[in-house]
């Protein structure tokens, strides 16, 4: 009986389809000789809730599981059908997991206790961002961080275990349901994308190693609230136009931040007359692209200090959000520092 080792066939009849997100997972795994799986798992079980939010988004329109869903959530914002459906169907994931010991959600006024004392992990998550774009077929997403509990496993959770500044994530991403759905994470080791091959129902590495350009010229904000502006960020926005920069404003969080770490540009939310402290918030959508921002050369700032570094002082406070591009977010805290400190002068 003859054998003969394997020699990859890289016949063009048999295109290679590319890494899975599993195999990808498991090979990072490997570089970790301590790792014990349970964050691989975590990650699983949140691509798994992605490929059914997915699927609910793709036929929001048939299903009758678009529109309101009749109750407003703690934010005191009605809370949309698929806003409840991907908030259940993260929790149902991450519960089944059996890696989680405590949950942080957009869509719960509470920590969310899965009774799981040898969970290791706590999510905060938006199930779904971008929510006054559900029902106008624009992209939206979901934006996760995650965090190892600093009290004992084992032991029931504790606010510590939630109030963790973002630095201390050991893992985010988020969720891009648009013309394709993409899943992008990181465990501090860079940045990868997952593009999902709906037809085989898996993600495939088709962003590695993602890197922001370190400058651009897309400027994202609402102009819509400009009269909230300072004098520094109108000044601000005022010299992104004398500079021909592009305005780029989907209204979904993910969507214009995805855009703007592949091609360059700045995001900001700042703080409004509405929302002195911002409208975005900290846990679970702010530190999470802040952390894949750093992870791929880009910053995040809330206008005073770098957004990992804030300690959060409740579930669902918010922040001012100045994130993209290096260049271009020093520039403009440059910008409305110097304006402010002029003020205070005067
Ligand atoms: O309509 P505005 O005030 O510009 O706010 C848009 C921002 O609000 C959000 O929709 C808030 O997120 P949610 O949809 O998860 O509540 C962001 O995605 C988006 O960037
Ligand atoms: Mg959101
Ligand atoms: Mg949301």
Redesign the pocket.
Known sequence: MKIKPYIPNDNSLAYSVGVTLDRFIKKKQDDFPFASGELSQLLRDIALAAKIVNRETNRAGLANIGGAFGQTNVQG?EQQKLDVIANIRFTRALTKGGEVCAIVS?EDDEVIDLQNNSGKYVVAI?P?????NIDVNISIGTIFSIYRRVTPVGSPIQLDDIMQPGRQQVAAGYVLYGSSTMLVYTTGCGVNGFTYEQSLGEFFLSHPDMKAPSSGNIYSI?EG?SNSFSEGLAKYIAHCKSKNYSARYI????A?FHRNLLKGGIYI?PETKKNPSG??RLLY?ANALAYIAEQAGAEANDGVQRILDIQPTSLHQRTPLYIGSKVMVNEALEFISKKSIIHENQ
């Open positions: 914002e957009e938006d779904l961002d971008g929510s006054s609402n609230i209204g979904s969080l993910v214009d939310y409208k975005l959508e």
